[in-house]
């Protein structure tokens, strides 16, 4: 039992230095894309090595960008990864999936051959039937017109990749450089620059899946990802099928009161636009409240604490008996928040583990303060949203 408490402690402790890490996220795949909320790889990393063994089966119920996902595989872990958005559904997808050798020269021959063709002038016959209408949103605006032409004339181009994967692979490139040609950009970006970052981007996208796709061949890592709503977990197959119990379970859930933009991105003066869905291809139609289980107007956060409960139940159902949950969320008023979560992890069926380590604060948890958080909390008054709290469950 004393050999057990000091296991636990030591990994409390590694998790409470990895959380304090603040370096800007890098390695393997994990900067395909800015996913909003993404937490750092290194404490997911510390999560999944001090809670779990190689071969062991993990949950990301809410994975986004798939952060643990690429940890988990990396370390020789089978990985569930699952989320409500498509979009990260994508997104996780094309990060933990590897070329063939012909694959990776298709799009290497694509980004050397096909982008410098990307102009503005090409006639628009010659590509609208790549124009979503429904999801270029505010793309026709003074700074945004000219990557939105460049944009259709990369998804026209690579409709002629020769398999899904090299698509997906292309098209998240794509997804990459739209993203820092327009997501909260003051100022118009070129379409030459565009080009110039397409082709870099997608080489260095293609020597980073290459190095992952070495890693998880060494460490027997596996990746299973779902699509879907959480509270619905314990039907998906790969639990059904082999009666399958997850050990661990890492995450970071939406954050009650606390306003993220999941599903959209901010062009030309804060306009919003759904462009991300059509880059890659996936269905969105929901608003906010959909993504963040409640609307930020919603004072109370109640319709927040009725979903998170149901998908905690859930949760709970797919994991062992004494298998830990690490999660790292945060509340627009924790005062009145943080015991109404802890309540509901306790009807769900954990018990919280205490902590007793720095860096801690006198509630006994370890907290970070996160700089340039880009999300929202209520429409007015202060917010703590950018103060993260680690909480650390075992069930029973």
Same mark, same amino acid.
């Given at each position: 039992?004393?050999?057990?408490?000091?296991?636990?402690?030591?990994? /409390?402790?590694?998790?409470?230095?990895?959380?304090? *890490?603040?370096?800007?996220?890098?390695?393997?795949?994990?900067?395909?894309?800015?996913?909003?909320?993404?937490?750092?790889?290194?404490?997911?990393?510390?999560?999944?090595?001090?809670?779990?063994?190689?071969?062991?089966?993990?949950?990301?119920?809410?994975?986004?960008?798939?952060?643990?996902?690429?940890?988990?595989?990396?370390?020789?872990?089978?990985?569930?990864?699952? *989320?409500?958005?498509?979009?990260?559904?994508?997104?996780?997808?094309?990060?933990?999936?590897?070329?063939?050798?012909?694959?990776?020269?298709?799009?290497?021959?694509?980004?050397? =051959?096909?982008?410098?063709?990307?102009?503005?002038? +090409?006639?628009?016959?010659?590509? /609208?039937?790549?124009?979503?209408?429904?999801?270029?949103?505010?793309?026709?605006?003074?700074?945004?017109?000219?990557?939105?032409?460049?944009?259709?004339?990369?998804?026209?181009?690579?409709?002629?990749?020769?398999?899904?994967?090299?698509?997906?692979?292309?098209? =998240?490139?794509?997804?990459?450089?739209?993203?820092?040609?327009?997501?909260? +950009?003051?100022?118009?970006?070129?379409?030459?620059?565009?080009? =110039?970052?397409?082709?870099?981007?997608?080489?260095?996208?293609?020597?980073?899946?290459?190095?992952?796709?070495?890693?998880?061949? +060494?460490?027997?890592?596996?990746?299973?990802?779902?699509?879907?709503?959480?509270? *619905?977990?314990?039907?998906?197959?790969?639990?059904?099928?082999? +009666?399958?119990?997850?050990?661990?379970?890492?995450?970071?859930?939406?954050?009650?009161?606390?306003?993220?933009?999941?599903?959209?991105?901010?062009?030309?003066?804060?306009?919003?636009?759904?462009?991300?869905?059509?880059?890659?291809? =996936?269905?969105?139609?929901?608003?906010?409240?959909?993504?963040?289980?409640?609307?930020?107007?919603?004072?109370?956060?109640?319709?927040?604490?009725?979903?998170?409960?149901?998908?905690?139940?859930?949760?709970?159902?797919?994991?062992?008996?004494?298998?830990?949950?690490?999660?790292?969320?945060?509340?627009?008023?924790?005062?009145?928040?943080?015991?109404?979560?802890?309540?509901?992890?306790?009807?769900?069926?954990?018990?919280?583990?205490?902590?007793?380590?720095?860096?801690?604060?006198?509630?006994?948890?370890?907290?970070?303060?996160?700089?340039?958080?880009?999300?929202?909390?209520?429409?007015?008054?202060?917010?703590?949203?950018?103060?993260?709290?680690?909480? /650390?469950?075992?069930?029973?």
């Amino acid at each position: 039992m004393a050999r057990q408490e000091n296991e636990v402690a030591r990994a /409390i402790a590694a998790i409470a230095v990895a959380a304090q *890490d603040s370096s800007p996220v890098s390695g393997w795949t994990h900067n395909f894309y800015r996913y909003p909320a993404r937490f750092s790889p290194s404490f997911a990393s510390a999560a999944i090595r001090s809670f779990s063994r190689a071969g062991d089966s993990i949950l990301d119920p809410y994975m986004g960008g798939g952060t643990a996902v690429l940890e988990g595989i990396t370390a020789g872990r089978h990985v569930i990864g699952n *989320d409500l958005n498509s979009l990260a559904a994508f997104i996780t997808k094309v990060k933990v999936t590897g070329l063939t050798p012909s694959e990776a020269r298709s799009i290497r021959r694509w980004a050397m =051959c096909d982008v410098p063709s990307f102009t503005y002038d +090409r006639p628009l016959e010659d590509i /609208i039937e790549f124009v979503d209408p429904t999801k270029t949103t505010n793309l026709s605006m003074a700074r945004a017109r000219f990557i939105k032409k460049g944009v259709t004339a990369a998804l026209a181009s690579i409709a002629e990749l020769p398999t899904r994967d090299a698509q997906d692979f292309a098209r =998240c490139a794509v997804l990459k450089v739209g993203q820092w040609a327009l997501d909260g +950009r003051s100022r118009h970006t070129p379409l030459s620059d565009f080009r =110039c970052r397409l082709q870099t981007t997608t080489a260095e996208m293609l020597d980073a899946i290459a190095s992952l796709s070495a890693q998880v061949e +060494r460490s027997g890592g596996q990746a299973t990802l779902l699509n879907g709503n959480a509270a *619905d977990l314990h039907n998906a197959e790969v639990f059904r099928a082999r +009666r399958r119990r997850v050990s661990l379970v890492v995450t970071s859930p939406p954050y009650p009161g606390v306003h993220v933009l999941y599903h959209r991105w901010q062009v030309d003066g804060r306009r919003e636009t759904p462009a991300p869905y059509w880059i890659a291809g =996936c269905n969105d139609g929901q608003g906010a409240s959909f993504y963040n289980f409640g609307d930020r107007r919603e004072t109370a956060a109640d319709t927040y604490f009725q979903t998170s409960l149901a998908t905690l139940h859930a949760i709970r159902r797919v994991m062992r008996d004494g298998g830990y949950m690490v999660q790292m969320v945060a509340f627009n008023r924790p005062e009145e928040q943080l015991p109404r979560y802890l309540g509901n992890m306790e009807t769900a069926g954990f018990k919280e583990v205490s902590v007793e380590c720095e860096p801690v604060t006198g509630d006994r948890r370890i907290w970070r303060q996160v700089p340039n958080r880009k999300w929202h909390a209520t429409f007015i008054g202060r917010t703590h949203s950018s103060n993260e709290v680690v909480l /650390i469950h075992r069930a029973v």
